[in-house]
């Protein structure tokens, strides 16, 4: 017996889900790329893509996912045999480092444990040791999805001022874009890489990359530089140089859509939603904590994202917690990954979601905590519903 009948609770962080607006906005057939309206959108996309990364730099619009953006960040300021600084967060901070090592980067991971954020002290004190500034470029995640962590980054870049050192600053945000606070300019950073399908709200299939003037002065000379990515390509007059080829067309129909709906709420009621429903979480999973079989990857609270709760499970019983989620309530959980792979539940809480979908997936949980016999404080749900029946004011 199953109670899954009716539609699926996807609620894994990324993709995430596409409403329902922006779906229709993708239904129509494809219209000539070099006139018309086609043109004024594109144009569109990219300048609202500015306010969301607040920013008054160009912001490149690529076919491609998130490794895509990393590629296309991370190739058009570096060359091959530069030194570049990899902040340890979780599974996609070591991954993107990894990337510039396979297109030639030398690479260094400042190691740490995967249950905390970047500490910028530890930052600061490398960057003072690198007396011959070997080190040309520091790559961090703002949230990464893989730990469930969320990283300071006008601290960080405090502690590269602090140490006065000129490696640009690199930031990949694709889980807090949209989510929360992202500050390009005023923050200093050099270059701020993003996706479409969390935040965003827009299917996997974009990726978006802006650069200061200092990595636009670096990318003058970087030797990894190719055509596709290359920024200098996508500067030229023609519409079509800005997409080294044929423009995504229903891919920006949907992204289209989805700033709308995103302006229409507001960025900063979008990131006090995102806030109220992870804490929501966090209440839920520190009353299931009780029974200490369950409990937070990240041990800092203040450390933990508004994007994804990452919940460690003993006895390797994560796996038999998703199973039942989705085969018995329709309920779709992350799993984890790198080392966390069947020892953690990933619950997303980012983009279009709304607090029915959150304490649904919660319900799922409790219900799965419940019917498998494992361990947990009672009353997870109840109180994540108290904790917004507070918050949320008539």
């Not at 190691?111 to 905390?116: A, I, W």
């Not at 520091?138 to 949230?143: A, F, L, P, T």
């Not at 606070?181 to 923050?187: I, K, L, T």
């Not at 003058?220 to 423009?247: L, V």
Request: glycine fraction near 10%; proline fraction near 4%; charge should be neutral.
């Amino acid at each position: 017996m199953t109670v899954r009948a009716g539609r699926e609770f996807l609620s894994i962080p990324g993709p995430t889900n596409i409403p329902d607006d922006v779906l229709q906005a993708m239904h129509r057939p494809a219209v000539d790329i070099y006139s018309g309206g086609m043109l004024g959108l594109g144009q569109s996309c990219h300048d609202d893509m500015r306010k969301v990364f607040r920013t008054r730099n160009r912001v490149y619009i690529y076919a491609a996912n998130g490794h895509g953006g990393w590629e296309a960040a991370f190739t058009n300021v570096l060359s091959r045999g530069d030194k570049v600084l990899v902040l340890e967060s979780g599974r996609f901070a070591v991954g993107w480092g990894e990337m510039a090592k396979f297109m030639g980067a030398e690479i260094e991971i400042l190691r740490q444990s995967s249950r905390r954020a970047v500490d910028p002290a530890k930052v600061e004190a490398r960057l003072k040791e690198d007396k011959e500034h070997a080190i040309k470029a520091i790559m961090v995640v703002q949230i990464d999805t893989a730990s469930g962590c969320v990283n300071d980054i006008p601290a960080i870049r405090k502690a590269i001022d602090q140490a006065r050192h000129p490696a640009l600053l690199m930031v990949d945000c694709v889980a807090s874009l949209g989510c929360m606070p992202y500050e390009h300019d005023a923050w200093g950073v050099d270059v701020s890489m993003a996706g479409s399908q969390k935040g965003l709200m827009t299917p996997p299939g974009l990726a978006f990359v802006t650069a200061s003037d200092k990595a636009r002065a670096a990318h003058q000379n970087a030797g990894m530089r190719t055509m596709y990515w290359d920024w200098s390509f996508r500067d030229g007059e023609i519409s079509y140089h800005k997409y080294c080829g044929t423009p995504p067309e229903h891919l920006l129909f949907a992204l289209r859509k989805s700033l709308d709906l995103l302006f229409e709420e507001t960025l900063e009621n979008a990131f006090r939603r995102h806030a109220l429903l992870a804490e929501a979480t966090r209440r839920a999973v520190a009353k299931w904590s009780e029974g200490q079989m369950l409990a937070f990857n990240i041990s800092e609270p203040a450390e933990r994202s508004n994007s994804v709760t990452n919940v460690l499970v003993k006895d390797g019983l994560a796996p038999k917690i998703i199973d039942y989620a989705r085969e018995k309530c329709g309920v779709v959980l992350g799993v984890g990954l790198g080392d966390l792979a069947g020892h953690a539940i990933r619950i997303a809480h980012m983009g279009h979601t709304n607090a029915p979908m959150v304490i649904g997936t919660l319900g799922a949980i409790e219900m799965a905590l419940k019917a498998l016999k494992i361990p947990h404080g009672q009353g997870g749900v109840e109180a994540a519903i108290a904790y917004l029946g507070n918050e949320v004011a008539p």
